[in-house]
């Protein structure tokens, strides 16, 4: 199959012929005609010898997305690479909330960029977006990042807001960073980096410094990363751009799920056990658990589907209403008459249409610009008890809420999605080595693949409530549809 062509046709034996759109993938090359290509450091690598079918191919270069039968390069190492390893300098950035995972991406970065590729400058970008014009950098090594993929949270710190185009980029290309890191710092290094920077801005010369930026975030800093990358491009600097998708609440389309998902889902188990406890052992007991999902409800989905416990589960794609026939008050009217108790999972983004708010409350923004919702757990608490009060004055009922918010986050990641992350962080490694850039890295149905940035950036990843899923948490909790007839 010829790959430069952005579309081609693939036909099997039999008769079938299913037309291909290979998504065209941004390539230094494309602004920098000259860059040198380097034999892969791998060949050199003393531990493993590669294979013929070690490398990516032309012939093996294409994922196929089922979903909407467009195929994209296949992630992994080439023979050929468009950086000279020694005089590669890397950069690591995590923005937006925490995920479990996020420290063993930034530990496979720098071991796989080490050690695979033998790059030895290797930043971490502090907090975020805003790191790369504020504060020092810190140079990382193996040694320094062994145990990071036991350690629950980012160890490079995250922020939200911060997204200063100009003075990212300006950081970037003035040398990216204002401070030497620790071993570096005398000023005979500081004088060699200051001519390395300035011959950097001169333009892209055969044994110039190369940048490489690898982009750890959630849709929000997608959005931001191809803001960067398209200045980046205009600017015509030899920087490759990666984004690694991260997102608790796996909001982020095209690529099958996002790292740490699979972790929080895990951890929501013992707040629904807890709820179900609690409900169980009171006298018309309601356990309340609200769990993350800003505007999707990945979590409580699959949380509901693996619990078993859950009686009703509330997500934001599927609107619900309170009162009248097909409510949720009547529904759990029968389930307490039924069980004697009964369990509501909550996605905090759900319900958000119908909490009264004030004027103020509607237009406030976090310092990424996503709306600040209001407490879905503390609202339906609240209408819970007064109905419960208002329709059986004479019976016991109690609500037990369970908010584990930042629990089923601000954990390690489980060994999937440590063993996800790993593969994450190599392909998003061999994918820059190759000269791909304003990319990201990531799985689709089963197999790693390179994705345009700007794509993902706009992809977003509701819960389908048409879909097979939907259908079976409706068949594993026989709650109503909350369609009005
Ligand atoms: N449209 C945008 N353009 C440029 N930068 C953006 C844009 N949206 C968000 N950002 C920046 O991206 C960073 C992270 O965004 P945000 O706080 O929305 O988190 P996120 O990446 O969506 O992660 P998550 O929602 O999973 O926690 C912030 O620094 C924010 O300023
Ligand atoms: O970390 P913060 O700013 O409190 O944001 C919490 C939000 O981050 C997420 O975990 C990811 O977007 C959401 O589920 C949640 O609404
Ligand atoms: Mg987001």
């Known amino acids: 199959m010829s790959l430069p062509h952005p579309t081609t046709t693939a036909s099997d034996s039999s008769t079938t012929t299913i037309p291909i759109n290979l998504q065209p993938l941004p390539h230094l090359t494309h602004y920098l005609p000259d860059l040198q290509t380097h034999p892969n450091p791998l060949n050199q690598n003393p531990f493993f010898h590669p294979s013929p079918l070690f490398y990516i191919h032309p012939s093996s270069d294409l994922v196929l ?35 479990p ?14 050690e695979l590729y033998g790059v030895r400058e290797i930043y971490g970008v502090r907090a975020g977006f805003r790191g790369f014009y504020t504060g020092d950098p810190v140079l990382m090594d193996p040694e320094m990042v062994h145990d990071w993929h036991k350690k629950g949270g980012t160890e490079l710190q995250t922020s939200r807001g911060g997204f200063d185009l100009d003075r990212i980029v300006n950081g970037i290309q003035d040398r990216g960073y204002n401070q030497v890191a620790p071993s570096s710092s005398s000023l005979f290094w500081r004088l060699i980096i200051l001519i390395d920077s300035l011959l950097f801005v001169a333009g892209p010369k055969p044994g110039r410094r190369s940048r490489v930026v690898y982009i750890i975030g959630g849709d929000g800093t997608m959005r931001g990363a191809v803001k960067l990358f398209d200045e980046i491009r205009r600017k015509k600097l030899n920087v490759g751009i990666v984004g690694i998708p991260k997102t608790v609440d796996n909001d982020v389309g095209i690529i099958d799920r996002s790292f740490g998902f699979q972790t929080a889902v895990e951890m929501a188990q013992q707040a629904i056990s807890a709820g179900h406890v609690e409900a169980e052992s009171a006298v018309n007991g309601i356990g309340l658990v609200k769990l993350m999902g800003r505007s999707t409800g990945h979590i409580a989905l699959n949380a509901t589907l693996s619990s078993r416990d859950v009686d009703c589960c509330l997500i934001p794609e599927n609107e619900f209403y309170l009162e009248g026939k097909g409510g949720l008050f009547e529904f759990l009217e029968h389930r307490l008459k039924k069980n004697g108790h009964a369990v509501l999972v909550v996605a905090e983004g759900a319900g958000q249409d119908i909490i009264p708010r004030t004027d103020a409350q509607k237009e406030e923004r976090d310092e990424s610009g996503n709306p600040v919702f209001l407490d879905v757990g503390v609202w339906l608490k609240s209408a819970l008890k ?76 509701p819960v389908n409530t048409a879909a097979h899923k939907w259908a079976w948490v409706r068949s594993v909790t026989n709650q109503p549809d909350f369609l009005r007839s």
């Open 65 to 99: 997305n089922n979903d909407n039968l467009l195929a994209y390069h296949r992630a992994g190492p080439r023979e050929r690479v468009f950086f000279d390893p020694p005089r590669v300098r890397a950069a690591v950035v995590t923005c937006g909330g925490l995920c």
């Open 386 to 461: 007064k109905w419960w009060d208002q329709d059986h004055p004479d019976e016991l009922f109690t609500v037990k809420y369970i908010d584990p918010t930042y629990m089923i986050r601000a954990v390690p990641a489980n060994a999937t999605d440590n063993l996800y992350c790993t593969l994450l962080a190599h392909s998003a490694i061999h994918g820059v080595m190759a000269g791909y850039t304003g990319f990201v890295a990531g799985p689709i149905n089963g197999n790693y693949a390179y994705i345009p940035l700007e794509e993902v950036a706009v992809a977003k990843n």
């Open 101 to 114: 995972g996020m420290n063993t991406v930034i530990r496979e970065l720098v071991v796989g960029l080490w």
